[in-house]
T-cell receptor
Framework: GQNIDQPTEMTATEGAIVQINCTYQ??????LFWYQQHAGEAPTFLSY??LDGLEEKGRFSSFLSRSKGYSYLLLKELQMKDSASYLC??????????WGAGTKLIIKP | GAGVSQSPRYKVTKRGQDVALRCDPI?????LYWYRQALGQGPEFLTY????????KSGLPNDRFSAERPEGSISTLTIQRTEQRDSAMYRC?????????????FGPGTRLTVL
């Protein structure tokens, strides 16, 4: 079967750094997405990785290791508005997007 | 329009009634996806279209669920003889193309409540 694993919930402090991990087992791999979803709102795109390595975009960075079936999202200089769920999703060999359950990130002052 | 729109935003219906949920994708987007999302969970794939062709409907829970996109733009998800377990947030997303790098843009969702 296909599986995406992420921690259910994480807590971090405003101004700090947090790393949200995602491991996947899918039938094929054609890329990995990270989406942000605030409570009651639609998911919004954060990043896309298809090659190994780190992609940096402002305060957010995403890393991929295809050989390990592993990715992480790194959030720096945390702000209260970063409190949200972060969803990892993998494109499989059929170009279907397989979604994780999401990691709820709680930011404390 | 500027983004994906869905209507109605909220729908309350009685068990046994049929409902039709509408999705209007971003203009020019080839692919359209339907998801169901439970609270605290990621989106659950239902079905998707490239243009007017339904490419995959493996995620539809049973034959009470159907979807169409007759002109390759607006799509309708229909649930017949609704049951209480159908209560959920139904989300639509669209993307430029269905293969490769295909960032999906999500609509605001339709919250369906079956009494």
């Amino acid at each position: 079967g296909q599986n995406i694993d992420q921690p259910t919930e994480m807590t971090a402090t405003e101004g700090a750094i947090v790393q949200i991990n995602c491991t996947y087992q899918t039938s094929g791999f054609n890329g990995l997405f990270w989406y942000q979803q605030h409570a009651g709102e639609a998911p919004t795109f954060l990043s896309y990785n298809v090659l190994d390595g780190l992609e940096e975009k402002g305060r957010f960075s995403s890393f991929l290791s295809r050989s390990k079936g592993y990715s992480y999202l790194l959030l720096k200089e945390l702000q209260m508005k970063d409190s949200a769920s972060y969803l990892c999703a993998v494109i499989d060999s059929n170009y279907q997007l397989i979604w994780g359950a999401g990691t709820k990130l709680i930011i404390k002052p | 329009g500027a983004g994906v729109s869905q209507s109605p935003r909220y729908k309350v219906t009685k068990r046994g009634q049929d409902v039709a949920l509408r999705c209007d994708p971003i203009s020019g987007h080839v692919s359209l996806y339907w998801y169901r999302q439970a609270l605290g969970q990621g989106p659950e794939f239902l079905t998707y279209f490239n243009y007017e062709a339904q490419q995959d409907k493996s995620g539809l829970p049973n034959d009470r669920f159907s979807a169409e996109r007759p002109e390759g733009s607006i799509s309708t998800l229909t649930i017949q003889r609704t049951e209480q377990r159908d209560s959920a947030m139904y989300r639509c997303a669209s993307s430029l193309a269905g293969e490769g790098y295909n960032e999906q843009f999500f609509g605001p969702g339709t919250r369906l409540t079956v009494l």
